[in-house]
């Protein structure tokens, strides 16, 4: 029973490494739509978010499945909830990719023309996140994890100046506003999807050593 079982762990895991690998692509592929007027990536993205729904159902059911006929407890068992946790922000943050694949197609029927925004910086940074949060999940390293929590308030900093900067160009250019929004879109969407990495973060440090990273920091601030 204990070698099926670690089997199917070790399963599960490289099925949600996939996951997450393809997750990155998509989040790469859909910045690099908005950044090159690349509609064929947009597109891409758009078309393959069914693909991603599926993996996470399949996932989901893996984790189910563990659950019902090992009856796993202590460690396996925060494996497996924090698997089924991990899975639902992955889709999540395709989800978000899917949003920016789209805010570029929109993009694409306006004139181009430069602009204040620095999506590409933004996005490495948000997968940078998310390459060392898979890893961290992988290696069991709940210090790597708190590293990409760290690394949150960062692209909090980004968006927030992405939006001052946007709102001056409006200012300066109010007949661009429409593309404008778009691109703050996108910004938040980024934002969004390093919260959702964060998230991810928070269930590896919980999974390693059995801590509410979230509960704790709530407690710190005083809310």
Partial sequence: MSVIFDNEIAKLKKHLLTLGAVVEGRVASAVKAVQERDMEAARAVIDGDREI?????????????????HKPVAN????????????????RIADLAVNIAERAQSLADRP????????????SRVQTMLRKSLDAFV???????????????????????????LREEVLKNPQSIDRLIELQSVSRALERIADHTTNIAEDI???????????????????
């Fill in 76 to 91: 396996d068992l925060r494996f497996i909830v924090s698997a089924i946790k991990i899975n639902t922000d992955l889709e």
């Fill in 139 to 165: 290696n069991l390293d709940a210090g790597r994890a708190r590293e990409v929590i760290a690394m949150d308030d960062a692209i909090d900093g980004m968006n927030r100046d992405m939006y001052h900067r």
């Fill in 53 to 69: 729904d599926r993996g996470e159902v399949d996932l989901e059911e893996e984790c189910l499945k563990l659950l019902a006929l």
């Fill in 205 to 223: 440090v919980y999974l390693v050593e059995g801590v509410i990273v979230r509960h704790q920091e709530a407690i710190m601030s005083g809310k």
């Fill in 112 to 123: 181009a023309s430069t602009h204040p925004f620095d999506a590409e910086t933004m996005c």
